[in-house]
Structures are given as structure tokens and as C-alpha cells.
């Protein structure tokens, strides 16, 4: 069983919509939860970061944490052909070492 | 400007050959990370480095080598005992401390090829 799992759609949404996404995991040791925005052929672009179960919210962008049932959720709001991407979950423990990722979830908002 | 700068963007190599990927960063972070990433794939940490002159394997480290003998500087040779090297190659960065290591920075990444 993978550590995280997480469909890589494509997902395709008109523009307005409100978008979910999500990633689930199987290690309980995760503590630290992060959604990453990729275009492209470019690098990574940290969007949210979330310690334990709880929500967070920034502008259009909301992340859920759900702990106990090993599920994490990124919602955008009004979505925009601009946020067409790829969304990688990221998570780790405690420890000094890297990031795990989910395998990402291509995103089209259609205009 | 701060960031993370990678080069080359594009690089390609003929089987047998060792190759090496630049990565500098004038963020003042501490730490710095090497991840690969394949098509359709999630990123998998190659090695990484919490001080200068000390490094750790990450979870595919086999047939690559790093050195850390600069803060700002993070290399990674790719050698001819790695298998499949054709991958896009992220490095990123990220402050010392509990929070400061979870949050990562990414460079633009290099598109390795083999040939």
C-alpha cells in the first residue's frame, strides 16, 4: 500500500466552480501537511501548510486536515483557468528528512 | 532577489557518462533537498542536507552522490550506475526548526535526458 494516494485526474471544472481535492495516507507519524501548485515543466509552488487536524485558510485556497481519518482536502473557491495545474500533496513527521508526496492531480478550469 | 537557481535547464547525457546538476540558493535556508520526479509520477527524495559538510541518503539515492561543502550550494552527480536517469531533478530548500524544515522552496528543476 502507497503512503499517499491521490487521483490524478484529469479533474476538469468550469470557471466559478468550487474545486476539492484530496490526498489520503496510511502513516500515522505525518504530522505536517502541505499542497503544492505545479505548472508545467516548472518546480513546485508551495500553497498551503497545515500542522495537525484543523483547517487553514488563505484567499481562495482552504486546506482540511482530518487526522483520525487519514484525509487531507484542498478546496478552491471561484476557480480561475489560471489555476490550471497540477496539485501535489506533500506530508511528513517530525523528523529532519524530506517530504512525501502524493503523485498530484492534474486540474483544467475550463473558461 | 532570493530564490533557488538550477542549471542547466535542459541536460542530456550519453549512457556510461556521470553528469552533475547545479543548485544554488541565496535564501540563507540551512537545509537543502534533492528530489526526482518522473511522468505522472509524485517527487521522490534523492538525498538531503540539514548542515554544510553532512548529508543524508533519501528513499532512491542509489547511483547519485552530493556534496555540501557551501551552504549556498547543494550538487548532484548523476552517475552511470543509475538505471533510468531521464527525470525532471528538483532541488529545494527550507530554513532549520521544527516548522521552518516542513516548509520546502523548489527551484525550477532540470530535465535530465539519456540518449
Known amino acids: 500500500q502507497k503512503e499517499v494516494e491521490q487521483d490524478p485526474g484529469p479533474l476538469s471544472v468550469p470557471e466559478g466552480a468550487i474545486v476539492s481535492l484530496n490526498c489520503t495516507y496510511s502513516n500515522s507519524a505525518f504530522q505536517y501537511f502541505m499542497w503544492y501548485r505545479q505548472y508545467s515543466r516548472k518546480g513546485p509552488e508551495l500553497l498551503m501548510y497545515t500542522y495537525s487536524s484543523g483547517n487553514k485558510e488563505d484567499g481562495r485556497f482552504t486546506a482540511q486536515v482530518d487526522k483520525s481519518s487519514k484525509y487531507i482536502s484542498l478546496f478552491i473557491r471561484d476557480s480561475q483557468p489560471s489555476d490550471s495545474a497540477t496539485y501535489l500533496c506533500a506530508m511528513k513527521g517530525g523528523g529532519a528528512d524530506g517530504l512525501t508526496f502524493g503523485k498530484g492531480t492534474h486540474l483544467i478550469i475550463q473558461p | 532577489d532570493g530564490g533557488i537557481t538550477q542549471s542547466p535547464k535542459y541536460l542530456f547525457r550519453k549512457e556510461g557518462q556521470n553528469v552533475t546538476l547545479s543548485c544554488e540558493q541565496n535564501?540563507?535556508?540551512?537545509?537543502m533537498y534533492w528530489y526526482r520526479q518522473d511522468p505522472g509520477q509524485g517527487l521522490r527524495l534523492i538525498y538531503y542536507s540539514q548542515i554544510v559538510n553532512d548529508f543524508q541518503k533519501g528513499d532512491i539515492a542509489e547511483g547519485y552522490s552530493v556534496s555540501r561543502e557551501k551552504k549556498e550550494s547543494f550538487p548532484l552527480t548523476v552517475t552511470s550506475a543509475q538505471k533510468n536517469p531521464t527525470a525532471f531533478y528538483l532541488c529545494?530548500?527550507?530554513?532549520?526548526?521544527?516548522?521552518?524544515?516542513?516548509?520546502?522552496?523548489f527551484g525550477p528543476g532540470t530535465r535530465l535526458t539519456v540518449l
Open positions: 535564501l540563507n535556508h540551512d537545509a
Open positions: 529545494a530548500s527550507s530554513m532549520r526548526g521544527l516548522r521552518g524544515r516542513n516548509e520546502q522552496f
